[in-house]
């Protein structure tokens, strides 16, 4: 463990690297912050800058999105009781009272603070667990890892969207749209129809690019989205905004409390390790958690620092526990550790059990590029923050086709294909259509991302042994197979139990 | 309503998938051909469509929400007034995508931001140069970014 440390500081205290990694931060706190430009889609958009870079390099540049954009959308929260993003709906509940009650600057530093100090604790669990989780992986056969695959899917599936049903839809959608192409065993050409854009496959890229980007978009220029973005505008103009930042007294309060800091870290680092689960649910729960165990829980929603605390310690610590089943197993837990991993793929990389034990440099600097992404988080929030308000002034018009050429000539560097950029249109509309019916489009990218995987492990499988028992008389890949059909049978009962609740 | 569109449009393109699943070339792999996989995931996306589409029905006709509440053209007339920008907008991206090859990236870059900020805000002069500017440094950016630092070749188009 301390090997891979000492790898990873090799790697990453490098002038270049750490300039990326500070663009990185700004970039990923730019993005969290301005609502309806989502996190996801900054990632999406910094890869093919990433192309001509080194794997670390890259890699790092996007940690560094990744670890500034969920601290990002406290701004907002806290100034304006408007969540930048959905990871951050718990800090305007305790953040944007207190700011009301005249304390900006408070409810900011705390925010800043809980942010740092709980990626420091998920990092901390990630550097344990992860690699004890790809050790026990290496003992994978085909039939685990088919079974594994199947339990991250079904778990994304009902963890995400409006209804079970929906999800499996949305996983099975991408598993199919992984199909065209070439099979990835015999190389025969399928599904093209004839139709020559479809016969080098559909590049998991465009497919994310088109879902989480163009379908973004879109649903920015809806009548009633504008609408509320003029709204928004105009009550910011309103206030006017002053405040004053305390980093040392908030600094000493938040470590007062160490328990609330950690609890809220370990159950966002628990639910980021959970495929699909992220953020946007991290954050309500350690937010609900810490007003369930609080001593004062009545003065949650009036402008506690707890809740602060608690809400942002949860959303941002998601990034620790994400990068477990990412680095350990090659499976990402959400869209975003998928765009990661296809960075590393994109340079030859393949992610997996054994990137740990073949790229323990590369590992190491994730790691690191982790910790420093997270004090340049801390320092630019702290420096910057009077800078990135205004970021929110920026008006649609000029959001949205600047962003839409981003993803544009993003996916025509992927391959230099025009035909690419067809791909990605219809991908788009097809989003579209998705989110707009409420069908979860984290389930489509990942089925998308592990499709090649599960069809390769399952012939494998079959090759090895014409016996489909075995996957069930495998201890491991029967508990994953168990834990699929739980996570649908739990997921069942449970919405059972709420409609009940409503009658 | 919508749901039991996207639904019958999924148990097509399973269907489509699933028989065009049979005439892959066997190799001596003895087991799994090509197109075993791509069969199985169809037949359960044809089975959850299915599902999706009962259960969509089975809703619609419990809260009998048949007919249109105001009229048929006051319902369109709504759609039309919160997706029209959203139609105009995937209108002008298919025009700049097709564009790429005819006039270049530079060319239709400019226009199609331009284009598009013109559409999206008001059209009042100081919004239209604003956005003027915007598209000319940030085609030109994006241009020289990627043609000097990643060696990407965008299509030049007939101007150049």
Same mark, same amino acid.
Request: proline share 5%.
């Given at each position: ?10 790697? /990453? ?99 800043? #603070? ?113 609408? @509320?973005?003029? =709204? ?59 007003? @369930? #165990? ?108 600047? /962003? ?34 409420? $069908? ?27 016996? #489909?028992?075995? $996957?069930?008389?495998? &201890? ?16 069942? #009962? ?10 | ?32 051909? &090509? ?26 006709? *419990? ?15 709504? =759609? ?31 226009? $199609? ?11 009042? *002069? ?31 188009? /007939?101007?150049?």
């Amino acid at each position: 463990m301390t090997d891979l440390f000492v790898l990873g500081v090799s790697e /990453i205290f490098q002038i270049d690297i750490l300039i990326v990694i500070l663009l990185g931060v700004i970039a990923g706190i730019l993005a969290g912050l301005i609502p309806g430009f989502t996190v996801t889609m900054a990632i999406v958009l910094t890869l093919p800058l990433t192309f001509g870079m080194e794997p670390i390099m890259g890699v790092a540049a996007m940690i560094g999105v990744l670890v500034g954009g969920m601290s990002g959308g406290l701004i907002t929260a806290a100034l304006l009781g408007i969540p930048g993003t959905p990871s951050a709906v718990a800090t305007t509940f305790d953040a944007y009272p207190m700011s009301r009650k005249g304390q900006p600057g408070k409810a900011l530093s705390l925010g800043i #603070w809980a942010s740092f100090l709980s990626s420091i604790v998920s990092l901390v669990i990630l550097i344990a667990i992860a690699p004890q989780i790809a050790n026990l992986a290496l003992e994978f056969g085909p039939w685990e890892m088919f079974s594994l695959i199947i339990a991250a899917l079904t778990i994304i599936a009902s963890v995400t969207g409006e209804s079970i049903l929906k999800g499996l839809i949305a996983g099975l959608f991408g598993l199919l749209i992984a199909t065209v192409g070439a099979d990835p065993i015999a190389g025969i050409t399928r599904f093209t129809f004839d139709i020559g854009v479809l016969r080098a496959g559909i590049p998991f890229l465009v497919v994310l690019i088109g879902m989480f980007a163009i379908s973004r978009l879109m649903n920015s220029v809806e009548r009633t989205e504008l609408n @509320k973005d003029v =709204q928004q505008k105009q009550e910011d103009k309103i206030k006017g905004m002053q405040f004053v930042l305390k980093p040392k007294e908030t600094f000493l309060s938040v470590i007062r409390k160490p328990v609330n800091l950690i609890r809220s870290s370990a159950i966002g680092a628990i639910i980021g390790a959970i495929p699909g689960a992220g953020g946007s649910i991290a954050n309500i729960i350690a937010y609900d958690q810490a007003k @369930k #165990w609080s001593k004062e829980s009545e003065k949650f929603g009036k402008g506690h620092d707890e809740g602060v605390v608690a809400s942002e310690a949860g959303n941002n610590s998601t990034v620790g526990g994400d990068l477990i089943p990412t680095i350990a197993l090659g499976i990402p837990g959400s869209a975003v550790t998928a765009v990661l991993l296809s960075a590393l793929m994109v340079h030859g990389i393949n992610p997996g059990p054994l990137l740990i034990t073949n790229e323990p440099n590369l590992v190491g600097g994730m790691f690191l590029a982790f910790l420093v992404a997270s004090f340049f988080m801390l320092i630019t929030q702290f420096l910057g923050i009077r800078l990135f308000v205004r970021v929110t002034e920026v008006p649609t018009q000029y959001l949205v086709p600047l /962003i839409m050429v981003l993803c544009v000539t993003g996916t025509f560097v992927l391959n230099n294909r025009i035909t690419d950029i067809y791909l990605l249109f219809v991908i788009g509309i097809v989003g579209y259509l998705f989110t707009k019916y409420k $069908f979860a489009l984290a389930p489509i990218i990942i089925g998308v991302i592990l499709g090649p995987i599960a069809e390769v492990n399952l012939r494998r499988a079959y090759m090895a042994d014409p016996d #489909w028992t075995l $996957f069930l008389s495998r &201890p491991i890949s029967l508990v994953f197979l168990i834990l699929a059909v739980l996570s649908i049978g739990f997921t069942i #009962w449970q919405s059972r139990r709420m409609k009940k609740r409503e009658v | 309503m919508g749901e039991i569109v996207i639904g019958f449009l999924l148990i097509l393109l399973s269907a489509l998938i699933y028989f065009n699943s049979g005439d892959f070339p066997q190799l001596n792999e003895t087991h799994l051909d &090509p197109g075993s996989y791509p069969k199985l995931i169809a037949a359960l996306l044809f089975l959850l469509s299915l599902m999706l589409i009962m259960k969509q029905i089975v809703t619609l006709v *419990k809260t009998k929400e048949f007919g249109f509440k105001n009229g048929f053209m006051n319902f369109l007339q709504k =759609q039309w007034n919160e997706y029209r920008l959203v139609i105009f907008m995937l209108v002008v991206l298919g025009l700049y995508i097709l564009s790429l090859d005819i006039l270049g990236f530079i060319v239709s870059t400019i226009i $199609f931001i331009i284009a598009a900020g013109i559409l999206i805000g008001p059209i009042k *002069k100081k919004n239209v140069i604003t956005i003027s500017i915007i598209s000319f440094i940030m085609t030109f950016g994006v241009y020289f970014f990627f043609e000097n630092v990643l060696y990407v070749r965008f299509p030049n188009g /007939i101007f150049f």
